[in-house]
């Protein structure tokens, strides 16, 4: 009588066993590394908290010195001291912290000398990050199998196929900025981007972007000097890009949806956002840099919607001059305010940049703090409106909180985004002319203009239904869940069949 053969499972479970196959019944491990600048670490952590809630087992990696002052930062609660996931562990998500050393010392002044912080995170950096992900790699169960990173960052394909892992390249911004730098080829073949005249008229042959000028294209783009270490970093960066094998981004579907589908002809493109802590409350992972204020007790004490909240985010600076416009603007008008001033806003130096006097003058309708936290008061009844870099989080942020912006770009992505903001959205308004000097007269025209609740109330309604699209997005069968389990289910395939690959090759 012939014995009767195995069942394939069977033979496929030995064979994965005895190979040291990764067991498909083991998560996808993921070493997730933050971009050490506020603006992208807020979402990075977020992202962690979204994958390891859809099975993932995620290595959080900050820099040391990111690490250092959020843990000064959150000084009154010291579990959050060593181990800034703790509270997010102790509700059952596999979440480990470690830290790298971005390549200067902790006590650097990287907002006096970003020059040097941009060198450091171009050269030095990659190989702080590959000792650390051998170590990482080396020692975890389950094994690591693929590495998340910003998009920023020059190193990230190179790492990844150095410790056989899937590159996932996590893009922070809107789908349109990630086109034209993706597409920055095109910009110079056509000469709107790296030449000696560069054109001035619309560019209007990017895939699946529509006409846009010059002046609403990132900062970078519009420079004439190419060769600083900021575009040295873009162009290397959108080089690792092309060999990655995902990309996430911090956008949704149906705000951007041809930007998107051009884009998913290139690179599997994801838009997963808005990425934000659960329940859009303040979230249990510290990622402030300065001590909060709490502005609630005050914020209590004023009319709704009566108050226009103003922050430049955590980064870039402000020009003395302009500061003091907008100061000055503010004694024009009636309006209150709350204004977060961090204490590098012009520079580390410049302590005291506001005009003599003001405190003094705004004193009972202006209150004026280091830092906050900007969902707790986005979401404060009283707020009406927000001056505003336009930073991506923060343009998203108002959105969720049906809060029109007041738009006044620094640097970067800020000036594509006011571009999506008042002319594309209309849920805003320009402080002044966004390509050159504010006066005080505008800026308090245009503080009356969006703060007036007869004048404000269109763009008070355009935010609304704004909020409705990232809300159903964020539905059971909305885009951006859709979006995330298709990713995971094609990362699954891919790390299997890149070890089914391996084994084959006798690797």
């Known amino acids: 009588m012939r014995e009767r053969p195995f069942p394939l499972s069977s033979i496929i479970k030995n064979f994965t066993e005895s190979m040291a196959f990764p067991n498909p019944q083991h998560p996808p491990h993921a070493i997730l590394i933050a971009y050490p600048t506020l603006g992208h670490v807020i979402p990075s952590v977020h992202l962690a908290i979204k994958l390891a809630s859809c099975g993932f087992v995620i290595t959080f990696v900050n820099t040391q010195s990111i690490h250092h002052q959020t843990s000064k930062a959150a000084s009154n609660s010291s579990h959050h001291k060593d181990d800034l996931f703790a509270a997010v562990r102790d509700s059952g998500l596999d979440i480990r912290y470690t830290t790298v050393s971005d390549g200067l010392p902790v006590a650097f002044d990287r907002s006096l000398h970003h020059e040097e912080f941009m060198q450091s995170l171009l050269h030095v950096f990659s190989a702080h990050v590959e000792e650390l992900v051998a170590k990482i790699v080396k020692e975890s169960v389950p094994p690591v199998t693929c590495l998340i990173a910003d998009t920023f960052f020059v190193w990230p394909s190179m790492i990844a196929k150095k410790f056989d892992l899937l590159h996932v390249s996590f893009w922070t911004e809107p789908a349109l900025v990630f086109s034209l730098y993706y597409h920055m080829d095109l910009l110079r073949k056509n000469g709107h981007f790296a030449c000696q005249d560069t054109r001035k008229d619309s560019v209007d042959y990017i895939p699946g972007v529509k006409a846009i000028h010059p002046k609403d294209m990132?900062?970078?783009?519009?420079?004439?000097?190419?060769?600083?270490?900021?575009?040295?970093?873009?162009?290397?960066?959108?080089?690792?890009?092309?060999?990655?094998?995902?990309?996430?981004?911090?956008?949704?579907?149906?705000?951007?949806p041809h930007t998107i589908s051009a884009l998913q002809a290139h690179v599997p493109f994801f838009a997963v956002g808005p990425i934000f802590p659960s329940g859009f409350i303040k979230s249990t992972v510290p990622t402030s840099l300065w001590l909060e204020s709490d502005c609630t007790q005050w914020l209590d004490s004023k009319p709704h919607a009566s108050v226009l909240y103003?922050?430049?985010?955590?980064?870039?600076?402000?020009?003395?001059?302009?500061?003091?416009?907008?100061?000055?603007?503010?004694?024009?008008?009636?309006?209150?305010?709350?204004?977060?001033?961090?204490?590098?806003?012009?520079?580390?130096?410049?302590?005291?940049p506001l005009p003599d006097g003001f405190e003094e003058a705004v004193r009972g309708r202006g209150m004026i703090i280091p830092w906050c936290s900007q969902i707790e008061v986005l979401t404060h009844p009283a707020i009406g409106g927000f001056l505003s870099h336009c930073g991506w989080n923060s343009t998203l942020e108002s959105i969720w909180s049906e809060v029109p912006l007041l738009c006044f770009p620094l640097l970067t992505d800020q000036f594509t985004n006011r571009k999506l903001v008042v002319d594309d959205w209309r849920i805003g308004i320009n402080l002044g002319d966004p390509c050159g000097m504010i006066s005080k007269e505008e800026v308090s025209k245009n503080i009356n203009r969006l703060m007036d609740e007869k004048s404000g109330a269109e763009f008070k309604s355009a935010v609304r239904e704004m909020k409705k699209i990232l809300e159903n997005a964020l539905m059971t069968n909305g885009s951006s869940v859709k979006n995330m389990e298709y990713f995971v289910r094609d990362l699954k395939t891919k790390i299997f069949a890149s070890h089914a690959k391996n084994m084959c090759n006798g690797h």
């Open 218 to 256: 990132m900062s970078y783009l519009q420079e004439k000097d190419i060769s600083t270490v900021c575009h040295q970093i873009i162009f290397k960066a959108f080089k690792e890009i092309r060999s990655a094998d995902f990309v996430l981004c911090n956008s949704i579907q149906e705000l951007e």
């Open 310 to 352: 103003i922050s430049f985010g955590s980064t870039v600076h402000v020009a003395k001059s302009d500061l003091l416009e907008i100061a000055n603007g503010l004694l024009l008008t009636h309006v209150n305010f709350l204004w977060v001033l961090r204490p590098d806003v012009v520079s580390s130096e410049d302590q005291h």
